[in-house]
Structures are given as C-alpha cells and as structure tokens.
C-alpha cells in the first residue's frame, strides 16, 4: 500500500483515514463530471450549432442522470461520518466533524491545484494551435471574454465577474 500523507491522529484507522480521503476525492470528480455533462447537455441541445435534434444532448442528459447517485450518496455517507465520533484504538473519541473537514478541505486545495494545472495546460494546446494564424490575439481574447476566469499577470488566473466579462 502507498504511503499515506496523514492528517488524522496516528491512533485512527490509516485505512479508514485512506477511505475517506479516497472518497472526498471521488465526489469532486463526481460533482465536477456532472457540471462537466450539465454543460456538454446545453450546448449540444442548442440544433443550430448541433445536427440531429437535440439527438447528443438526450444521451449526454442519460449520463449525467448516472452521476446524479454517485454524487448524492458520496455527499450522503461523508455528511453521515462528519456528524459521528470516531474512536482511536487508544480509546480516545475525536469529533468526525474535525476529521471529515480536515480531509475535505485537502482534497479542496488538491482539486484547486489541479485545476489550475489543467486550465494552463488546456490554455497552452489552445496557443500552441493558434500559432500562425493572422487573428490569434482576438481569438485568444474572444476565448477568454466567454469565461469566468482569465490569465493575469505572473500567471495566476483572475476571476472575471459578469461585468467585466466582455
């Protein structure tokens, strides 16, 4: 088994500590796939971009109606644990409240990192692509105005609000 980077106290479960953290790690997938298919489901109903009325998003909406179970029993059973005591085999009892946040809010800040990762790497292939083309600084820009969020200086990436959007 892989070591385990814990957060919990030494006297709790190490496999129990790895389920939970596997689990909070699986509901973001969950819930970021299903945002993901939510997505995919409006713009392929749109029939003036999409050929086959509406044909793709009815199979994409069957795919996200399959993440909706996923998603709610994760919530479910991670909710369940965070509101019981777990005991350590010293005896001693620790809140599921503060062990269950602790792995939330890790499994949060890793799915930040990553996403930012994945943003400037999808940000890369996107210029690589536009490499030559005549109109790639408006394209570029096109891109970015249809966003939440766009490259800052230093290469953090700002969040846009409705209004600055352009």
């Known amino acids: 088994m892989a070591q385990l980077d814990r957060i919990w ?3 709790v479960d190490a496999m ?3 389920q939970v953290t596997r689990m909070a790690r699986l509901l973001l997938i969950e819930i970021g796939a299903f945002h993901g298919f939510k997505w ?3 713009v ?3 029939t003036t971009l999409v050929p086959g009325d509406g044909d793709a998003a009815r199979i994409i909406s069957y795919v996200r109606t399959d993440e909706t179970p996923h998603v709610e029993y994760l919530k479910c059973a991670l909710s369940e644990m965070r509101e019981r ?5 010293s005896g001693r009892t620790y809140a599921g409240r503060d062990l269950i946040t602790a792995i939330w809010d890790r499994a949060i800040a890793g799915s930040a990192m ?3 990762m994945g943003r400037q790497f999808e940000l890369t292939e996107i210029e690589k692509a536009l490499n030559g083309n005549p109109r ?3 394209i570029l820009e096109e891109f970015h105005a249809r966003g939440d969020v766009r490259p ?3 290469g953090a990436w700002i969040e846009q609000t409705p209004q600055s959007a352009i």
Do not use: F, H, M, V
Request: overall charge negative.
């Open 85 to 89: 005591t777990i005991r350590g085999a």
């Open 114 to 116: 990553r996403s930012a």
């Open 152 to 154: 800052g200086p230093g």
């Open 9 to 11: 106290p030494r006297d």
């Open 44 to 46: 392929l109903s749109d």
């Open 136 to 138: 790639r600084e408006q």
């Open 16 to 18: 129990l500590e790895a």
């Open 40 to 42: 995919a489901e409006a």
